[in-house]
């Protein structure tokens, strides 16, 4: 009904905290080289991939909803809003489907970015070992 | 249906994006779309299998036709947005390139 609205909050959310984040990371990469020379992937990068993910799932949902009538282009704009039996029905599917959707996109995320992690340092300390061989 | 083909469609870009020379395609933005899309919709498929049970496996032909051809256009919009992106950023600087040829 609406379920896609709980990962467009989070996505907006997100998007704010990556924005903020590139502009610390720039000034921290301005004043100090050390931090810009580290092997990392940057969390401004991070969230880049979620915000895709969340961004991207929203649009596509977005699609489906109109397609099946439920997001129409004139005011409320969600069709289950012309009542309150439809309306309670649409926030009880917000607060289950769409919390599951956004909870289940954030923790594929955070296992992405512990892999990374791992991928990142792995390659480094095999480029060590070749060096120190 | 719907699922199923976006899945598909995730795990080709995977697959391509994988096996790229350079990232002028940026075909990350498009990966992580249909990634996500596809994610969102197997919450949805928990949920509608929690409430039909085995009846969610044997849809009627009409709806299947429908989620297909649904599952499609999705693919379709998504590729739209990636190639409208391209398009704009132009990483490679060949939109540019086009537009800033003198005529002959």
């Known amino acids: 009904m609406a379920c896609f609205l709980v990962s467009a909050a989070e996505a907006a959310v997100i998007t704010a905290v990556e924005k903020a984040e590139e502009k610390k990371e720039l000034k921290a990469s301005e004043s100090n080289t050390e931090i810009a020379e580290k092997v990392t992937i940057p969390m401004s990068r991070k969230l880049k991939w979620l915000t895709y993910m969340l961004w991207g799932g929203v649009v596509l949902l977005a699609f489906e909803h109109i397609w099946h009538g439920e997001v129409v282009p004139w005011f409320p704009f969600l069709t289950a809003m012309s009542n309150p039996g439809d309306a309670a029905e649409m926030f009880h599917e917000m607060a289950t489907v769409g919390v599951a959707m956004a909870a289940l996109i954030t923790a594929v995320w955070i296992g992405m970015c512990v892999a990374a992690d791992l991928i990142v340092k792995r390659s480094v300390q095999t480029a060590v070992q070749k060096t120190t061989m | ?104």
Do not use: Q
């Open chain 2, 1 to 104: 249906m719907t699922l199923l083909i976006t899945v598909f469609a995730a795990v080709i870009v995977t697959v391509v994006w994988y096996n790229r020379k350079d990232d002028s395609m940026k075909l990350g933005i498009l990966l992580f779309m249909f990634w996500g899309a596809s994610l969102m919709w197997l919450i949805d498929a928990i949920f509608e299998y929690a409430e039909l049970k085995a009846e969610y496996f044997t849809p009627a032909i009409g709806d299947m036709i429908n989620d297909a051809f649904l599952g499609l256009s999705v693919v379709a919009l998504g590729l739209v947005i990636w190639v409208v992106r391209l398009l704009i950023t132009d990483p490679k600087g060949s939109v540019r390139a086009a537009l800033s040829k003198k005529n002959k």
